[in-house]
T-cell receptor
Framework: AQKVTQAQTEISVVEKEDVTLDCVYE???????LFWYKQPPSGELVFLIR????DEQNEISGRYSWNFQKSTSSFNFTITASQVVDSAVYFC????????WGAGTKLIIKP | SQTIHQWPATLVQPVGSPLSLECTVE??????LYWYRQAAGRGLQLLFY??????ISSEVPQNLSASRPQDRQFILSSKKLLLSDSGFYLC???????????FGPGTRLTVL
């Protein structure tokens, strides 16, 4: 079965540091989609990004950037100059039929 | 724009009591609808999904059931709650199977 691995259970950094969250997927399909979601302490899941398997260009949105590497089946997420408000659990997911979710990485940004 | 509503926001129920959680979506037609459960400090577990009225697929066998009586309404039910049913229940919608899923605010259920 397909699997998404987020090996980092918890990461703690000091505010303003850069931090990268890892995501490794195992899809065997030609066409697939990768996602990142943020779950702040309030609990609601917030969509961050969706990439399809044919678009390997890195994406930048403000302090957020995503590095898609097909060769290593990775879709890593970097936050530059982290802020306390970035503290949350971040989930990576892979989709071809249904979303396959990673276990999540809890990110703690200390002031 | 589309919005998704869930209620109640929190619920405390005794073991053996029934359950009904409701989710409604506005601003779209014929969405795919999903129910997820998240245990404390854990990842997301897909419980049910629906691609249309009356069409429900169950991912995990359990004492929960789901129904879709209307196009944009998705209901999660149980006849008798178990302690293990405690968790955070999230409803989501998407336009298609591989499209982005958008989540509601969730319901925190505590079974005592």
């Amino acid at each position: 079965a397909q699997k998404v691995t987020q090996a980092q259970t918890e990461i703690s950094v000091v505010e303003k540091e850069d931090v990268t969250l890892d995501c490794v997927y195992e899809t065997r399909d030609t066409t697939y989609y990768l996602f990142w979601y943020k779950q702040p302490p309030s609990g609601e899941l917030v969509f961050l990004i969706r990439r399809n398997s044919f678009d390997e260009q890195n994406e930048i949105s403000g302090r957020y950037s995503w590095n898609f590497q097909k060769s290593t089946s990775s879709f890593n997420f970097t936050i530059t100059a982290s802020q306390v408000v970035d503290s949350a659990v971040y989930f990576c997911a892979d989709s071809n039929y249904q979303l396959i979710w990673g276990a999540g990485t809890k990110l703690i940004i200390k002031p | 724009s589309q919005t998704i509503h869930q209620w109640p926001a929190t619920l405390v129920q005794p073991v053996g009591s029934p359950l009904s959680l409701e989710c409604t979506v506005e601003g779209t037609s014929n969405p795919n609808l999903y129910w997820y459960r998240q245990a404390a400090g854990r990842g997301l577990q897909l419980l049910f999904y629906s691609v249309g009225i009356g069409q429900i697929s169950s991912e995990v066998p359990q004492n929960l059931s789901a129904s879709r009586p209307q196009d944009r309404q998705f209901i999660l039910s149980s006849k008798k709650l178990l302690l293990s049913d405690s968790g955070f229940y999230l409803c989501a919608w998407s336009e298609g199977t591989t499209d982005t899923q958008y989540f509601g605010p969730g319901t925190r259920l505590t079974v005592l």
